[in-house]
């Protein structure tokens, strides 16, 4: 797998987040009751969005120097398992929104639940995606610090 395409899976998934974040606002506004359970989510997309677009400056930043195969199918699968979720949230929401005086009962007895799942597989992968970002900077780090010095000092000796 190439860098490009790691570059925009990663900005896909921010575009999907703000989708999602807007949709969580608008469900909201015709669903009170359920503000509460989606301030929760919130708070793990504004979190993912951010690491994304950290992890976006480190791929940014490695000139052309290749991220180990393993690492770029690790993120790739995070990336991916993201976009899932965030989808299967879009339609919960979906299937909750509508002019049904009822909302808010089917709201708490069933999307709320469905909503605390996805919100607990959304933190899983945004957990696994911070652990790889920092495996890939300390990867970048000592590639560019460390190994150039250990070249630099074989050569002369």
């Not at 900005?11 to 807007?22: D, E, G, P, V």
């Not at 608008?26 to 951010?50: K, M, P, W, Y």
């Not at 290749?66 to 965030?86: D, F, H, K, M, W």
């Amino acid at each position: 797998m190439a860098e490009l395409p790691l570059a925009l899976g990663v900005i896909s998934l921010i575009s999907t987040i703000r989708k999602t974040s807007s949709l969580v606002a608008s469900f909201v506004q015709g669903c009170r009751d359920a503000r509460h359970d989606l301030e929760h989510i919130s708070q793990e997309l504004s979190s993912l969005g951010n690491l994304l677009s950290l992890l976006e400056q480190v791929i940014a930043t490695t000139n052309d120097h290749a991220i180990p195969e393993p690492l770029q199918e690790r993120i790739a699968g995070i990336i991916s398992n993201c976009t899932t979720v965030l989808k299967d949230f879009d339609e919960l929401l979906q299937r909750h929104n509508g002019k049904r005086i009822d909302q808010a009962a089917c709201w708490a007895m069933i999307g709320k639940h469905d909503a605390a799942k996805l919100r607990l597989n959304l933190e899983a992968h945004r957990s696994d995606l911070s652990l790889s970002l920092d495996v890939l900077t300390q990867y970048v780090y000592l590639r560019d610090h460390c190994l150039s010095w250990y070249v630099i000092r074989t050569i002369d000796l």
